[in-house]
Structure formats: structure tokens, C-alpha cells
């Protein structure tokens, strides 16, 4: 059984996804509305929070929200579809943790490769900021709760939602363009793109085919579940600017007046696609356009390993 078809293990009925699409794709249309309609200055309303609370304070509060909604998102999968969350995070029998920890190795190292080598070249781009105690409060932060709102992102987009446009739709090339455009554009009210412009919406668009891709190829959301976790971890404690999304007391702040560059393309166009490579050789990956696009059907004899 394929990692789509996973769902068919469950108790089914397209009134349960809607709900769940229903109640989150409301909130975030509301809180974007409200941005929208009242002119809010997202950035300034950071920079506020931060001087009355602290950055790691803040933090907690843009993380917790993600982690509730983890919890809910299984708990609605176990008792409302009857689903095991196993079923929701891989086809095999169970979770391959190697995964998990080779994509989270893979592209922390890679990250931190290029932060070194930008370091290194533009050094006036940068300022050091690393302040021991803040920063292990950060470590401890990150490490508990960043995990939690990236395992959300990959559970709800490319697990629930993947899962329940493909049985619906009876293909996998439908949900993989829709949950990840939807997951790029969700983006747009990030303060990123009041400073970089839609252009940033590429990268975050081409993210989400990325992760897409490595889900259906591997039947299962482990590499994707490892490499969000790492992207967002290891970008808080290396380094932070003051009109990103994530305001933290990383070692480095980034200076640089904020401009589309290399950095937003080159991930997509370049990294990603060598990433992919490199996951297919080392998991033998076969028959792409058939995981890619293929049917779905449902299983003649529904088991669960």
C-alpha cells in the first residue's frame, strides 16, 4: 500500500477533512484580513513585542501555536478517522528514524556550510552576536519546540492533506501542486515579503514541491520531517535579521540590506534537485513518473502492517 493509499487504513469521510481545512485555513485567512484590512506594520509589531518581552519569549509564543496544532491534528487523525498516526507518517512498517536524522544531518551541514562560507566572504554583512546564556535558552527553545511547528507544517500539508486530496481526487500529481502552492502562499503574510517582494514566495512555492516530491518518491514524510526541522533549527541558532519571521539570539545577525539574491534561486533550482539525487541513490528510488502523477485506488484488501 502506497503512502497515499495509507489513508484508506482509516475511517474516511470528506466532512473530516474539511473541518480540519475549514478551521485552519479560516484562522490564517483572518489573521491575513486583518493585516490587510488595519494596515498592520507586521515588522513593527515584532520589534514591539521583542522590547516588552525579550526575543526568546516571543518565540515560545510563534511556536506554541504550532505544537497545540500538532496535537490536534493527531488526535483528530486517531479518534475521529480512526487512523494510526504511523499510517500518516509512512508507508513502512514503521518510521524509519535513520531518515528522519540522515535529511535533518544532510542539510543542517549544508547550512551551515553556507552561512561559513557567506561569513567568510562578506563579513561586513554580519554581526556577531553570540551571548552564551540567551543563546543556550535559544538552543533549549529550538530544540523542543521548532521540531513541533515544522512536524505540524509537514503533518498537515504533506501528511492530512496529501492523503486526503489524493483519495479524493484518485491521483497524486493534483495533491502534490495544490499542497504546495497553498504552502508557499500561506507565506505571503510573512515579513519577508514586505521586504524581498513576491519574488521570496519562489523559494518558499519551490520548498513545497521539494518536500512534496520526497514524500511521494519515498512513500513517506520522514526526509521531509528531517529536513524542514533542520532548516528552521539551524537557521535560528546560526542566524537572524531584524525583519525575518524568526527573531532569535543567534550567533550571527544578518545586516545586509534585504535584497532577492542567489540565496532565494539557487535552493530551488540548484540544491533541491541535487538533494532529490542524492535522496534517490541512496533509497534506490524507481518508477518516478508513476509515484509522481500516477492513480490511486483503493485497496481491494485494506491491512495495516
Known amino acids: 500500500m502506497n503512502y497515499i493509499q495509507q489513508a484508506f487504513t ?4 470528506m466532512w473530516k477533512y474539511l ?28 520589534k514591539d ?6 526575543t526568546n519569549q516571543v518565540l515560545i509564543e510563534n511556536l506554541l501555536p504550532f505544537a497545540i496544532g500538532l496535537g490536534a491534528v493527531f488526535f483528530w487523525v486517531k479518534y475521529v478517522h480512526n487512523q494510526k498516526i504511523r499510517t500518516l507518517t509512512t508507508s513502512r512498517k514503521k518510521v524509519d528514524w535513520k531518515r ?7 542539510w543542517g551541514f549544508i547550512t551551515t556550510l553556507f552561512v561559513f562560507i557567506d561569513y567568510q566572504v562578506a563579513p561586513e554583512d554580519y554581526v556577531l552576536n553570540f551571548q552564551l546564556e540567551p543563546f543556550l535558552y ?10 513541533l511547528q515544522t512536524s505540524f507544517e509537514e503533518y498537515f500539508f504533506r501528511g492530512y492533506l496529501m492523503q486526503g486530496i489524493g483519495i479524493a481526487v484518485k491521483n497524486r500529481w493534483f495533491p502534490l501542486i495544490v499542497t ?3 504552502f508557499g502562499l500561506l507565506h505571503i503574510a510573512n515579513p519577508e ?16 514541491f521539494f518536500l512534496g516530491i520526497i514524500t511521494l518518491m519515498d512513500e513517506g514524510l520522514e526526509l521531509a520531517l528531517g529536513f524542514h526541522a533542520a532548516n528552521n ?12 519571521a524568526f527573531q532569535t539570539d543567534s550567533i550571527l545577525i544578518d545586516v545586509s540590506i534585504p535584497a532577492l539574491g542567489a540565496d532565494v534561486y539557487l535552493p530551488v533550482f540548484v540544491i533541491f534537485p541535487i538533494l532529490i539525487f542524492i535522496f534517490s541513490k541512496k533509497y534506490a528510488w524507481t518508477n518516478w513518473k508513476e509515484k509522481l502523477t500516477g492513480k490511486i485506488e483503493k485497496p481491494a484488501i485494506i491491512t495495516e502492517h
Open 193 to 208: 515579503v514586505e521586504k524581498l517582494g513576491y519574488g521570496i514566495l519562489v523559494y518558499y512555492i519551490g520548498t513545497g
Open 19 to 46: 473541518v480540519v481545512s475549514i478551521v485552519f485555513f479560516g484562522f490564517m485567512g483572518l489573521n491575513m484580513l486583518a493585516i490587510f484590512l488595519l494596515d498592520l506594520d507586521v515588522d513593527q509589531l515584532m
Open 10 to 13: 482509516g475511517k474516511l469521510g
Open 233 to 244: 533549527l539551524i537557521t535560528a541558532l546560526l542566524v537572524t535579521a531584524n525583519w525575518t
Open 138 to 147: 535559544l538552543v533549549l527553545i529550538g530544540v523542543l519546540l521548532i521540531p
Open 180 to 182: 504546495s502552492l497553498v
Open 100 to 106: 528522519v536524522f540522515f535529511a535533518f544531518s544532510l
Open 49 to 54: 513585542q521583542i522590547a516588552q518581552k525579550g
